[in-house]
């Protein structure tokens, strides 16, 4: 356990459908972030939120919709998925400091099928 | 453009040293050069950070010459349990976190 959890663990979905992934942690952290983790491919940064405020946003599909309603919570709205969109969506937190922006505590992952 | 760049895959042996190199030019002049460990179903995990020259903690050590375009990460006699992807993450500016593809490394009996 990391302090760093999220629901659900795996999540399978057809393209129409509406979905939520859920993270949360109470490790005193400022910054959540979403990643993409595809087989093969270095993680690809999806969302940063820093003190509640989204400070980065890489050109990721409509499609994905954060929300972070406070420090300790984080949300990835899903829908209208595309097949490709199948991979693990890992959460992460870092507490506050430039130095400490690196150091990033991970949850264990929500495994994504889109059908 | 900023790239981290490591090797795909090593294999080693129980009781050996293995040392893991990332390439990463052009990174931020004041910021910290991390390696995390992943196991499959899990999400990464800190291993250790550094600035330059030696860091050494309880699980590895991290190697970072002066100019800064690569690191080496050691970890001193491995064990089976070692085998899992390692990842090099560099900062090239505010948030802009680059991360390798991943080194998977296999250890054997």
């Known amino acids: 356990e990391t302090g760093v959890t999220q629901t659900p663990r795996h999540l399978v979905m057809g393209m129409t459908n509406k979905k939520s992934l859920k993270c949360e942690q109470h490790l005193g952290h400022n910054a959540m972030y979403w990643y993409k983790q595809s087989a093969k491919k270095p993680l690809e940064l999806m969302f940063v939120?820093?003190?509640?405020?989204?400070?980065e946003n890489n050109s990721v599909p409509s499609r994905f919709s954060p929300e972070c309603p406070n420090s300790s919570h984080l949300f990835l709205h899903l829908h209208t998925l595309q097949p490709e969109d199948s991979a693990l969506y890992l959460c992460a937190s870092s507490p506050p400091g430039t130095s400490g922006a690196n150091v990033l505590t991970f949850g264990a992952g929500s495994r994504l099928t889109v059908l | 453009l900023a790239k981290t760049t490591q090797p795909i895959s090593m294999d080693s042996y129980e009781g050996q040293e293995v040392n893991i190199t990332c390439s990463h030019n052009n990174i931020a002049t004041n910021d910290y050069i991390t390696w995390y460990q992943q196991f499959p179903s899990q999400g990464p995990r800190f291993i250790i950070q550094?600035?330059?020259?030696?860091v050494t903690n309880e699980v590895a050590s991290l190697f970072i010459p002066a100019d800064r375009k690569s690191s080496t990460l050691s970890l001193p006699r491995v064990s089976l349990s070692d085998t899992a992807v390692y990842y090099c993450?560099?900062?090239?500016?505010?948030?802009?976190?680059?991360w390798g593809a991943g080194t998977k490394l296999i250890i054997k009996p």
């Open positions: 993450l560099a900062f090239y500016s505010n948030y802009q976190l680059i």
């Open positions: 939120y820093s003190l509640e405020e989204r400070v």
């Open positions: 550094g600035y330059k020259t030696k």
